[in-house]
């Protein structure tokens, strides 16, 4: 792997940036990655499906119960924000902060399809992913959320992250027709928030009111799961 360590202080984030908390929720994604895996689940290549793979477990109180911090965070799906509708909204329970404050995931498939064209997934990822915070069509209430990558084909992960920073320079038009950049400060480099897992990323981006945000992405690889 061509993976290179980040030190926390190569962004300089401030506390309201770094957050413990959503690490330790992704650190048990990993958890149930892993199970998926091992389990040899199979799903469509279809990404609300393997999304709620994810949910299954994050929506299981008994499963929640033995994997600390889960069971203090409320998990949804399809939950109306701003302009859209996110994957997996995070709630916090305790203490309760009120319905605008959480945390969210928003997932894309990957493939090897025209990697470093504006017509992939890649660049998918991008429009209607990550600029999706950055132009405030979701909220970002603690500054800070979370990318999965479904990759659904074989593929040099590390690689394909060169390509994603490679086009988040460029102007895109999304899916309602605005014109669109992602404003990296920061492209996605690794990052060891999830305990070893090799395919963990982050990036910082500037917001439409001018604030910087974090964005955490988790890469998981599918390829083999797919019917």
């Known amino acids: 792997m061509n993976n290179q360590s980040l030190s926390a ?14 690490e330790s929720i992704l650190c048990e994604c990993v958890v149930i990655y892993n199970d998926i895996v091992n389990q040899q689940i199979k799903f469509p290549n279809d990404e609300e499906i393997i999304r709620d ?16 911090p889960l069971y203090n965070y409320h998990f949804d799906k399809e939950v109306k924000d701003g302009l859209g509708r996110l994957d997996i909204r995070i709630l916090p329970l305790n203490p309760y902060c009120g319905d605008s404050a959480f945390y969210s995931i928003e997932c894309k498939r990957l493939n090897n399809t025209n990697v470093n064209g504006s017509s992939g997934l890649n660049a998918e990822y991008i429009m209607n992913g990550i600029c999706r915070y950055v132009i405030d069509y979701y909220s970002t209430h603690y500054d800070t959320n979370t990318m999965f990558g479904f990759v659904v084909e074989q593929m040099d992960i590390d690689k394909n992250i060169n390509s994603i ?12 027709g605005m014109t669109v950049n992602a404003n990296a400060k920061h492209p996605l480099q690794y990052f060891d928030f999830a305990n070893g897992y090799p395919y963990s ?27």
């Open 9 to 22: 202080s190569a962004y300089q984030f401030s506390n309201t940036f770094f957050s413990f908390e959503l």
């Open 53 to 68: 793979g994810f949910l299954r477990y994050l929506k299981d109180d008994n499963y929640k119960n033995g994997h600390f």
């Open 165 to 176: 920073n490679g086009l988040l320079p460029y102007d895109y038009i999304n899916k309602q």
């Open 201 to 227: 990323y982050i990036s910082t981006h500037t917001h439409i009111s001018g604030k910087e945000i974090v964005l955490y992405h988790l890469m998981f690889d599918f390829s083999n799961s797919i019917i």
